[in-house]
């Protein structure tokens, strides 16, 4: 198994960096992350694909490699929206086909529906846009978020070693120990004693204002390429079965799925995940 090229892509204000597989000449499939996680998570999947593919697995800006946003600026789903469509141009990609897990899912979504032209084919691992709002919660949500103080210069914790950091990946997540290895790998800076997480801290900070159900099913609908959705069982908890039947009734072309599995599907059956965006790249 050949390893991955690194990436630098430079914005007009931000590098973003990404982990890249299989032949350069190849149809382009841009890879999106979850929350907090980087371009590793895609490790074992992409070379799965890279005989179809030019998988690029992209890192969003404050994540892995990539640049932090300058000091005083905040992380908004929109924002990642611009800032993927910033990297395929960068990249020179016209159009591409687009494979999103959990945050990345949601946001390539979004990407899909903002510029239905550039995406030739949409695979969604656990998401199908991002976290919505009913209105139950807008006002104490508005008022903590903006209640915290900023999390600029917040002292991050430091880990004796690698092994440590795994730990409490495992305990945060429940993934396996074996499956978080790469992403904590990729995801540590060395510190002064010992080792700290790269992303950037304010990545943590709660959103003001999430978009309304309505406001999310509209953009939904705007999405014209065909579609692939895939939902772990059982479902996760912020992922009811409801909502997201709800959300993929709003897809003019989307064919939903469910595999056995938790959160990260990509991680822990890699060839059963290739197997299906294999599968709906031609369908």
């Known amino acids: 198994m050949s390893a991955p090229r690194e990436r630098r892509i430079a914005l007009p204000r931000l590098t ?21 996680d980087n371009a590793a998570s895609f490790a074992t999947l992409a070379p799965l694909l890279a005989s179809r593919y030019r998988v690029i697995a992209l890192e969003l800006p404050g994540h892995g ?28 990609l016209p159009r591409c086909s687009l494979l999103g897990h959990s945050l990345g899912a949601g946001i390539a979504s979004l990407v899909a529906a903002a510029a239905p032209a550039r995406i030739e084919r949409l695979h969604l691992i656990e998401g199908l846009g991002p976290l919505g ?34 730990s409490a990946r495992v305990i945060a997540s429940g993934l396996r120990t074996e499956l978080a290895r790469p992403i904590v790998e ?8 010992g ?13 003001a ?12 609908a705007g999405i014209e390429a065909p579609a692939a959705l895939l939902l772990s069982q059982p479902a996760t908890p912020y992922l009811p079965a409801a909502m997201m039947q709800a959300r ?15 959160h990260h599907l990509q991680l822990e059956h890699p060839q059963a995940v290739a197997q299906w965006v294999l599968r709906h790249a031609t369908a």
């Open 16 to 36: 973003l960096a990404a982990l890249e597989w299989g032949d350069p000449a190849a149809p382009p499939l841009v890879a999106l992350h979850g929350w907090l």
């Open 65 to 92: 490699h990539s640049d932090h946003l300058p000091a005083g600026a905040g992380y908004h789903y929109l924002d990642h929206v611009r800032a993927v469509l910033a990297a395929l141009d960068a990249l020179e």
């Open 248 to 262: 993929a009734a709003c897809v003019p072309r989307i064919a939903v799925e469910h595999m056995d599995g938790g």
């Open 195 to 207: 080792w700290q997480w790269r992303s950037d801290p304010r990545l943590v900070r709660p959103t």
């Open 209 to 220: 204002i999430r978009l309304a159900e309505t406001q999310i099913r509209a953009l939904l």
């Open 133 to 166: 709002d009913d209105g139950a919660h807008t006002l104490q949500r508005y008022r903590d978020a903006l209640a915290r103080p900023p999390a600029d210069g917040k002292a991050l914790r430091v880990f004796r070693d690698v092994e440590q950091a795994i």
């Open 186 to 193: 990729r995801g540590l800076r060395v510190a002064e004693s």
